[in-house]
């Protein structure tokens, strides 16, 4: 048996404990995570990495997330999250070989796709999160302080004012949907202008507010985000704060729905001495098992990274 599915074997059979207590099994995760980090429960196995760990407890809590769903409960899956860290490698690619980089998300969830990134970066990443369910933000304390990868945390709405300094790189999975409070929208240069606003556009604005110039920000969008009827009024914000650099599509395969599919949206905010990239790269994610797409597809971006 691997190393991951030991770790996650361990926390199983004690949430599952604590559900016969009533809990929930998540809440029976969270109590697991954060008794092993009080010193009452023990999942030492030998030789286990960061890795090992984050893939044990990204498993159980997905199992606590299928068991008891709840809209906003959606964590990253890891394909994605290896994604991202791959692009975030090569548009960092300097920086990252001579120190580290500044990472925030500001609808951190779980932690899956920050700690993805964070054990791909192993050691490059000072990172901030941002999460307003509680629940899920004590999750993802208990997995950094487990895997020693250390995050400065925020558990609030990330939409009101936030004291978190400007950082050089953005990774976000967007959600999606209607922002509740209008009051706190008309602040934004993207607040509809009638009715209620996208949760999703208003991120977009506030992750720009809270980046460098010259930063990209890496988001996962609804694959349909250009065609809604506000679509217009994010295209013109975005011209006149960012670049887009690149719009990657992902497989459908991977989504239950049409509905659900996501892309790749690669921003990065305008800075006076940085030009628009030539050309915007337009790519589609091929089918994960098939290598020699999968192959192609990084030589495409390679190619236009070259030539940008
Ligand atoms: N990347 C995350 C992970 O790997 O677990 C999943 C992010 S999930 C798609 C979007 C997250 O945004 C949810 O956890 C939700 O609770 C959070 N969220 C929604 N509205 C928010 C707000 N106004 N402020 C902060 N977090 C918010």
Redesign the pocket.
Known sequence: MEKFEQIFNIINEQAEKFEQQDMTYLDGVLAMLEGTLDGAFKWEVAGATKEDMRKAIQIAILKGMRKNTQP?H???PDTLGLLVSYFVEQFYEKELAEGSISVA?????????MFTLMNVLDGKVEATG????EL?IRLAAATADLTEQPISLYR????ESLLVDPVDAVVC???VGY?PNEEVALDYELCAEEGMSY?HHLFIEQSLKHTKEGGYLFFFIPAALFESEQAKHLHKYIKKHAWIQAVIQLPETMFSSKAHEKSILILQKQRADVKAPREVLLAKVPNMANKQALAMFFEKVRLWKENK
Do not use: F, H, K, R
């Open positions: 906003n959606q964590m990253t998300d500001l609808a951190l969830g779980t932690g899956n796709l941002v999460e307003v369910d899920l609030q709405d990330a939409l999975d967007l959600p922002y949760s």
